[in-house]
Each structure stands twice: as C-alpha cells, then as structure tokens.
C-alpha cells in the first residue's frame, strides 16, 4: 500500500517550452501533497506543500508563478514549470501525506521522481 | 535547517547488522522521528517512524533513547541492495519535512 505514482519519469524539452509533472496516489487519499526539487549530489528540496482544493504554499525563493501546481483531487496533483530554462534542470520529487486510514499514518510517500533535462 | 545530524558514511559487511545513529537533541516532545532512504536516482522509500517506543517492522527496527535525544535505525542483515542514502528526519506528524545531507551507507561484498 501506499503507491505514489509521477509521470513522465524523465522529459527534456526546449528551453522556453513548458512541462507538466503528475503526481498521483493510486491506493489511498492524500489531502496532502509536496513537491521536491534535488540537484546532483544535493539533498532533497521542498518546493512547495499543496492541499487539495487550495493554493499551494510555496517555500521562500521558489517562484510561484513559474511552478504551477494544482491539486484538483484527493489523489492528483501537477506541477508544471513554465518557460522553463537549463536552470530548471533538476529532478523533481513529490509526495503525498497519509492523513488517515492508511498503512502508516501521517507520514509522506514518495513518488520514483521525474528528471527534467532542459536544453 | 535539518534538526538532525548524521554521519556522512558508512560501510557495513553483507550479511551483517548495519546501525545508522542519528542525533536530535531538540526534538520536542510531540515530534516523531521518521527514517528514509534513497537509492540512486529513485524517490526515497519509507522505512520505519516512531514517537518514543523502540519501532520493527519487516524492513528495519528504529530503537530511541529514553531522552530522545538520539536514536538508531539498525537493518539486521544488509545485503548490497540495502546501499543508499539513509535520512533521519524529526517532524509533527509529516507535515514539514527537512531533509539533511544524510547518511550513505556502502554495504560491502
């Protein structure tokens, strides 16, 4: 139990092009979700925490503007990088919070992660 | 800023017990302590959380010292797929996570 699941797990794209990441948990409710940015021989990032049906808080210096993220369900959330540049290069993980009912309670599950290579 | 602090690395011969200490000496009192590790280029994988009970599950057990001030996951039998970079975090209910530069742990032939 508790899957957490990221599509694509890798994507390169052109600089100025956008990317949408998803994130889903497929056997359980997450009311909610964070987004996390790793750099090479770096330690994990949270980005920014979102809550279904609310705007995402996003941490100091991440731009909210540039990091879309919408939570539209109890078991989807998007990040999607706008005009992203080689910059935005990184891989970016996601994890839901377990509120209630599941196998381990109020705790995040990790998603496999999505490397984004921007050119 | 990581409320922990662990060892850089570590090695551990196959086969045998591997314990990965972890300091916290300003954990408060309605904080657990969550462990987690990640393989190379993967999302980290739970492993075991607990408040201040000693914690087994079928991966690993997690003893806490009675202060809480510092705790130990050990894994039983390390096997070269138990190599990784191993977090030891301190948080409310997993709500706020900061992660450290963690522990990497080579589990030798």
């Known amino acids: 139990g508790a899957v957490v699941s990221q599509h694509p797990s890798w994507v390169i794209c052109k600089s100025g092009t956008s990317v949408k990441i998803e994130c889903r948990s497929l056997?359980?409710?997450?009311?909610?979700m964070f987004w996390y940015r790793q750099f090479p021989k770096q330690s994990l990032m949270l980005m920014a925490t979102s809550n279904e049906g609310s705007k995402a808080t996003y941490e100091q210096g991440v731009e909210k503007d540039k990091f879309l993220i919408n939570h539209a369900s109890l078991t989807l959330s998007t990040l999607t990088v706008t005009s992203a540049h080689p910059e935005d290069s990184s891989f970016y993980i996601c994890?839901?919070?377990?509120?209630?009912?599941?196998?381990?309670?109020?705790?995040?599950?990790f998603g496999p992660g999505t490397r984004l290579t921007v050119l | 800023d990581a409320k922990t602090t662990q060892p850089t690395s570590m090695d551990c011969a196959e086969g045998r017990a591997a314990n990965l200490p972890c300091n916290h000496s300003t954990i408060s009192g309605n904080e657990y302590v969550y462990w987690y590790r990640q393989i190379h280029s993967q999302g980290p994988q739970y492993i075991i959380h607990g408040l201040k009970n000693n914690e087994t599950n079928e991966m690993a057990s997690l003893i806490i010292t009675e202060d809480r001030k510092s705790s130990t996951l050990i894994l039983p039998h390390a096997t070269l797929r138990d190599t990784a970079v191993y977090y030891c975090i301190v948080d409310n209910y997993g709500q706020n996570f900061v992660f450290g530069p963690g522990t990497r742990l080579s589990a030798l032939p």
């Open positions: 994890s839901a919070r377990v509120a209630s009912g599941g196998p381990s309670t109020d705790t995040q599950y």
């Open positions: 056997d359980f409710q997450a009311t909610t």
